[in-house]
């Protein structure tokens, strides 16, 4: 009898517990508050976008180095000259956005000059064509959606492309990619986004990418990274670096263009923030992920290091690690800056310097300027610098992608 009494009591307990879970399942949840709307934010904004002119030698009397230093023009007639590598050898792989190629060039003379005879189209019919890396006697090419594997010859030659990654997300307003393959052997990339200031549900866009050795995985190493095309790690601490490009259409001086540290698992806050973790008052809330405020969730991404001025749209950097400049230049880095087309005054088209002081960045110069100018009431600019790499001898060399120059900056000025 008594246990006829416990096993009621334990089927009246059962049913209670379950009656008791269900109706928590079946409990409304608290309400959560909606984040209030921002108030609506304009900007004065302008497209001006300086006359383009062809280059012309008198135009070189325009430009400006620092002391001691000395401009050169290398090659001309070179098309859309975007990323430049250098091979230990002196031969250059260039390649051309425009015209989907990489051209292989090489100074067999030692003139200081690279002619017709010494240049040859090595890949033809690649889509957006960018950022070259070398790895394994093979060549590495980015173009919109597709990572490419050469092998190279001696002579410069590659064989037919074959596919080492594919699937990546479409150019949009930023087809240009940024590519390196890092101390720990795994190949970075950097994917921009494909508007000016939304999220799309594409997770890869705005993005750098960590890709395996073999092509066949990859993670996404940060994030909201609107367009970080040059980006390189510090040749001693090993830290890695990248300039990003700040959002169109939000005024004169918002937002700034960055230069960052770049670390795994970081979100460096675009579309909604800018600068040191600020909130972009011109990014609506729609796409803000959780509930809550755009401060809040701006203090909870990562910060720039330094910024440059607005619109000025860094495209490649490199860092310095020769001896042909000045010693205060080494382990230092160079940033092409291609120019603005929506600021009232123009911004960019310039190589600028990053010094460091105890292997760390602290200011942002002009290096080589002068592009751009004014002629009356009228903005006229005449080269529109895209890559920038290294030379065998230590000289600096940069690319004008409008009108298909390579310059070279040699030290002349004696005692370093």
């Known amino acids: 009898m008594l246990e006829g009494v416990i096993s009621l009591k334990h089927l009246l307990l059962t049913s209670?517990?379950?009656?008791?879970?269900?109706?928590?399942?079946?409990?409304?949840?608290?309400?959560?508050?909606?984040?209030?709307?921002?108030?609506?934010?304009?900007?004065?904004v302008t497209r001006l976008e300086p006359v383009a002119l062809e280059f012309s030698a008198n135009q070189l009397s325009r430009l400006k180095v620092p002391a001691g230093f000395q401009l050169k023009v290398m090659a001309t007639g070179l098309g859309n000259a975007r990323s430049l590598l250098v091979m230990p050898d002196g031969g250059i792989y260039l390649s051309r956005m425009k015209q989907g190629d990489v051209w292989y060039l090489k100074d067999v003379n030692g003139d200081g000059q690279i002619e017709n005879v010494e240049r040859k189209?090595?890949?033809?019919?690649?889509s957006s064509v960018h950022a070259m890396s070398v790895r394994g006697g093979k060549l590495y090419v980015a173009a919109e959606k597709t990572i490419w594997v050469m092998d190279m010859a001696k002579d410069g030659s590659l064989n037919v492309p074959h596919v080492f990654a594919d699937g990546f997300p479409d150019a949009g307003q930023h087809g240009a990619r940024g590519m390196h393959w890092g101390p720990d052997g795994y190949l970075y990339a950097a994917f921009g986004s494909t508007n000016n200031d939304s999220r799309t549900p594409n997770p890869e866009e705005a993005t750098m990418l960590r890709i395996s050795p073999d092509g066949k995985s990859r993670e996404i190493y940060s994030s909201g990274l609107r367009h970080t095309i040059g980006f390189g790690w510090h040749p001693v601490t090993g830290v890695l670096y990248g300039f990003d490009q700040g959002s169109d259409w939000h005024g004169d001086n918002i937002p700034p263009e960055e230069l960052n540290v770049i670390e795994r698992g970081k979100d460096y806050g675009w579309p909604f923030c800018y600068g040191d973790k600020n909130p972009d008052p011109y990014v609506n809330l729609s796409g803000m992920p959780g509930k809550v405020t755009k401060g809040?969730?701006?203090?909870?991404?990562?910060?720039?290091?330094?910024?440059?001025t607005a619109h000025a749209a860094a495209i490649d950097a490199t860092f310095?690690?020769?001896?042909?400049?000045?010693?205060?230049?080494?382990?230092?880095?160079?940033?092409?800056?291609?120019?603005?087309?929506?600021?009232?005054?123009?911004?960019?088209?310039?190589?600028?310097?990053?010094a460091f002081s105890n292997n760390q960045p602290t200011t942002i110069t002009p290096f080589v300027s002068g592009f751009v100018y004014q002629d009356g009431d009228a903005w006229k600019q005449f080269g529109r610098v895209a890559g920038v790499a290294q030379y065998t001898d230590g000289s600096l060399l940069f690319t004008d992608d409008q009108s298909g120059v390579l310059y070279r900056v040699l030290y002349t000025g004696g005692q370093k």
């Not at 809040?296 to 440059?308: D, F, M, P, R, V």
Request: hydrophobic share 35%.
């Open 320 to 354: 310095y690690t020769a001896s042909q400049f000045p010693a205060d230049y080494k382990n230092s880095m160079f940033v092409a800056y291609r120019g603005s087309w929506n600021r009232s005054e123009p911004s960019g088209y310039q190589i600028a310097h990053v």
């Open 121 to 126: 189209q090595v890949a033809r019919n690649m």
């Open 296 to 308: 809040e969730y701006c203090a909870q991404t990562q910060g720039s290091l330094l910024n440059y």
């Open 16 to 44: 209670s517990l379950a009656l008791s879970l269900a109706a928590a399942q079946t409990a409304p949840s608290t309400p959560q508050p909606i984040t209030p709307p921002e108030p609506a934010a304009t900007a004065t």
